[in-house]
Nanobody, 122 residues
């Protein structure tokens, strides 16, 4: 079975940093594109960042150069380094693996999802 397990969330002050991790099992993080998404109550889940198998990245406009998505193949883990955090970054963050051949931030194109990790910025 494929499992994606996020960790690293918690509370942070505005202007601070958090690094999220997504450990994969039953799946290789370089099999397909992978992404980070976030969701707040009452709102649709939105894409944050995506990384394809060649290392190409794309980010949502609201990231504005503050976040970096990366992966460690040896650890089979996806990361999201979040700097210059803002209160509006408060959300549940999810990692996900895309459908074969897809690269982007549309949630419907992702087939495997983690359970999420909460980030709260105050």
């Amino acid at each position: 079975d494929v499992q994606l397990v996020e960790s690293g969330g918690g509370s942070a002050l505005a202007g601070g940093s958090v690094r999220l991790s997504c450990a994969a099992s039953g799946y290789t993080v370089n099999s397909d594109s992978m992404g980070w998404f976030r969701q707040t109550p009452g709102r649709e889940r939105e894409g944050v960042a995506a990384l394809d198998i060649d290392g190409i990245t794309t980010y949502a406009d609201f990231v504005q150069g503050r976040f970096t998505i990366s992966k460690d193949l040896a650890k089979n883990t996806l990361y999201l380094q979040m700097n210059s955090l803002k209160p509006e970054d408060t959300a549940m963050y999810y990692c996900a693996a895309a459908n074969w051949g897809y690269f982007g931030l549309h949630t419907r194109e992702y087939r495997y999802w983690g359970q999420g990790t909460q980030v709260t910025v105050s």
